[in-house]
């Protein structure tokens, strides 16, 4: 989707490589471009004649299962932060498609399915390391550097370049999930339906509603692949025998 010709790309393995890159570009006047997991959608994580740094060479996370936390490199996506956490039957928000950077999702406050019960991405955060644009190193949290932590919880990324974050895990092991379909012509009514449930319905349980294009799944009969749709994506992770009736 996005045209655009970098200087050049830096695929960075350690915050020493975020430094250099952030020291080189200021000391050529050049712009710099952070790319986390490459789903900003107008193309942000590029930028013509920019150093972009690259973190998707940086995916690893570690969980602490007895404190429920995890800290992780600022390249991760949400398939790989869950692929970690799900080990230990726990999970943050995040975004409803694994592709997704964390990185970025989170800077920018970031909604999922686990958001109804837990809050948002950024409300999950405890702390996250960040290379300043003077090439300092920091680590902002509740405790150190107050006023960058709160830039950072939805901020929106670009308040220096965060290398890894640090998130508060809540037990979710096994959920019951799935996607409805529906034809356009009931689109107004499943919508209607949709907003007086989610209005109620409990916190153990995550949706959304969006118009696609039918997907060339199985189950969908094939004269509605590739037509308009309205989808309903729900996800329950209170007690699994009460998921079908969700
Ligand atoms: C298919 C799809 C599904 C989505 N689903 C959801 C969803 O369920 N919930 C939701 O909340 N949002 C969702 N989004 C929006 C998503 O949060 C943003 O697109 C976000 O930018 C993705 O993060 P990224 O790390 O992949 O971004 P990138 O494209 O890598 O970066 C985008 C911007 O963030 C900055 N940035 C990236 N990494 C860092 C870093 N380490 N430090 C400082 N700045 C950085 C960059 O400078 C750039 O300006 C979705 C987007 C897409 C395309």
Redesign the pocket.
């Known amino acids: 989707m996005i045209d655009k010709r970098p200087a050049a790309v830096v695929r960075v393995s350690q915050v020493a490589d975020v430094i250099a890159c952030g020291n080189f570009a200021r000391d050529n006047s050049m712009d710099l ?9 107008p ?4 930028w013509d004649g920019a150093l972009v ?1 690259d ?1 998707a060479n940086t995916t690893g996370v570690r969980v602490d299962p007895a404190a429920r936390t995890a800290r992780s490199e ?2 991760a ?2 398939a790989d932060f869950n692929h970690a956490t799900h080990a230990f039957g726990l999970a943050t928000p ?4 694994g ?14 399915y686990l958001s109804r019960k837990y809050g ?2 950024c409300d999950n955060l405890i702390s996250a390391d ?1 290379v300043t644009a003077e090439g300092k190193f920091l680590t902002a949290s509740e405790c150190d550097h107050e006023d960058l932590f709160w830039a950072l919880r939805g901020g ?8 890894s ?1 640090e998130y508060r895990l809540h037990p979710v092991d096994v959920v019951h999930a799935g996607i409805i379909i529906y034809q356009m012509e009931n689109a107004q009514t499943v919508a209607k339906f949709y907003r007086d449930h989610m209005a109620s319905a409990p916190e153990e349980f995550g949706a ?1 509603l969006a118009f696609a294009l039918g997907p060339p799944v199985p189950f969908l009969p094939e004269e509605w692949h590739g037509k308009s749709v309205c989808v309903v994506v729900g996800m329950w992770t209170g007690d699994p025998a009460e998921g079908p009736s969700r």
């Not at 193309?43 to 590029?46: D, E, K, P, V």
């Not at 995040?94 to 498609?97: A, K, L, S, W």
């Not at 929106?156 to 290398?163: I, M, R």
């Open positions: 471009a952070v790319r986390g997991g490459g789903h900003s959608a193309g942000f994580g590029t740094i973190f600022a390249g996506t949400w995040g975004g409803i498609v592709s997704t950077g964390i990185a970025r999702l989170t800077l920018g406050g970031g909604i999922g948002l991405s960040v929106g990324g670009n308040f220096g370049v965060v290398t974050l959304f």
